[in-house]
Nanobody, 122 residues
């Protein structure tokens, strides 16, 4: 069983910062791409940032220059540093990863975390 557990969400004032973490656990052979998505009330889930196994990153235009995605392969953890937060960043943030479990050869499994709420408000 492979799972992702997010942490680090909460309430922050506009202009503030938060760092989200997402730790993978279970019988893992390798983690390929990892990403953060978000879903605001009444809106579709959207990609925020992604990072490849080699460290290549891409960001939604709305967060470029403010958010940074990074990963610690030794800890099977991906992070999202969020700076200069705006009220429109308020959403449930979900971690996503393409994981190869032990014994699966090279087949990967898409895994989602349970989500963590980020609220930006004064």
């Amino acid at each position: 069983q492979v799972q992702l557990v997010e942490s680090g969400g909460g309430l922050v004032q506009p202009g503030g910062s938060l760092r989200l973490s997402c730790a993978a656990s279970g019988s893992i052979f390798r983690i390929n791409s990892q990403a953060w998505y978000r879903q605001a009330p009444g809106k579709q889930r959207e990609l925020v940032a992604a990072i490849s196994s080699g460290g290549l990153t891409n960001y939604a235009d709305s967060v470029k220059g403010r958010f940074t995605i990074s990963r610690d392969n030794a800890k099977n953890t991906v992070y999202l540093q969020m700076n200069s937060l705006k009220p429109e960043d308020t959403a449930d943030y979900y971690c996503n990863a393409a994981i190869i479990p032990r014994g699966w050869g090279l087949r990967s499994l898409e895994v989602w975390g349970q989500g963590t709420l980020v609220t930006v408000s004064s």
